[in-house]
């Protein structure tokens, strides 16, 4: 438990992005290939899906739902302990749509290349109306990546410009670094792709100012991400629909810090229609909470 006000950790969080664990060089997850397959978080998965399954029945007489097999993917990585988990290492390594999980990469390469400022800066709405009403409104990074407002960055894409969206993308090392398809929507509909692990790799590079972006650019992100805040850990995350991909696909990915540790977790699952979005948070907090991470 944390001895100190929610407000002085709101305060003091981005200082422990840097000073949680002091490693003494980086290593890469794929490189270490220590990883462990648990099946029995499947077990999770599956039980959400009846459920969301029987609540759409809606019947006098519900019909018994034959369990359906787990069709996602959770990994966590300790830091402490250099060691990673998932429940399905094939599909943790398989690549698909990073959707709005891009908005991490594409916020980074905005600030490095001056498109961006800084978190206070006003984008204005361009006066359309939208399905989403937030998303009808002026935004700052931190509100754009809160609600995850896809107008703002395709016009974060577009003034950043293809030449330096592909170099910046290498420079990440991220995913596939594949940019192909239209410049302002390749990561809801073009080639690139990027798996769990793969994730878990950036997030941890971003978590130790080990992306090749300055500290300021990286601190800004990481202060955007803000997603929960307590007494025991703070959650830094961002969510994904790839509604354009067959099967849609929702992503939940971050890292909980807590006192001593930091845990990343990235999950994918395939989400037939939008009354699954929110099973993306819920699947992974049954898990972090199944595994003693958080509470």
Do not use: C
Not at 51 to 80: D, I, M, R
Not at 258 to 265: A, E, G, K, Q
């Amino acid at each position: 438990m944390r001895s100190f006000a929610i407000s002085t950790v709101l305060v003091m969080s981005s200082l422990l992005a840097s000073s949680i664990i002091a490693a003494p060089t980086f290593a890469s997850t794929a490189a270490k290939k220590e990883w462990q397959e648990t099946r029995s978080w499947d077990a999770i998965f599956t039980q959400h899906q009846v459920e969301q399954q029987q609540a759409k029945q809606q019947q006098a007489k519900p019909q018994k739902t034959k369990p359906q097999q787990a069709s996602g993917v959770v990994v966590l990585w300790n830091e402490n302990k250099q060691q990673g988990y998932t429940n399905n290492l094939k599909r943790a390594n398989q690549g698909f749509l990073p959707a709005s999980t891009f908005k991490i990469p594409n916020s980074l390469i905005a600030l490095e290349l001056g498109v961006v400022k800084d978190e206070h800066q006003v984008f204005k709405w361009d006066g359309k109306s939208r399905d989403i009403a937030t998303w009808n409104r002026d935004h700052n990074l931190i509100t754009g990546m809160k609600y995850s407002v896809v107008p703002v960055y395709q016009e974060f894409a577009r003034q950043i410009g293809e030449a330096r969206m592909s170099k910046m993308i290498a420079s990440f090392d991220y995913g596939n670094e594949d940019i192909s398809g239209n410049l302002d929507s390749f990561w809801l509909d073009g080639g690139i792709r990027i798996s769990a692990t793969e994730q878990i790799d950036f997030l941890r590079r971003l978590y130790h100012n080990k992306i090749h972006a300055s500290e300021r650019s990286q601190r800004i992100v990481k202060q955007a991400m803000l997603t929960e805040a307590n007494g025991d850990y703070i959650i830094r995350a961002k969510t994904g629909y790839a509604v354009r991909a067959e099967p849609s696909i929702g992503w939940w990915v971050g890292w909980v810090e807590l006192d001593d540790n930091v845990w990343f977790f990235a999950m994918n699952m395939d989400i037939p229609d939008a009354a699954g979005l929110p099973l993306r948070q819920a699947i992974t907090k049954e898990v972090l909470k199944l595994e003693h991470v958080i509470p």
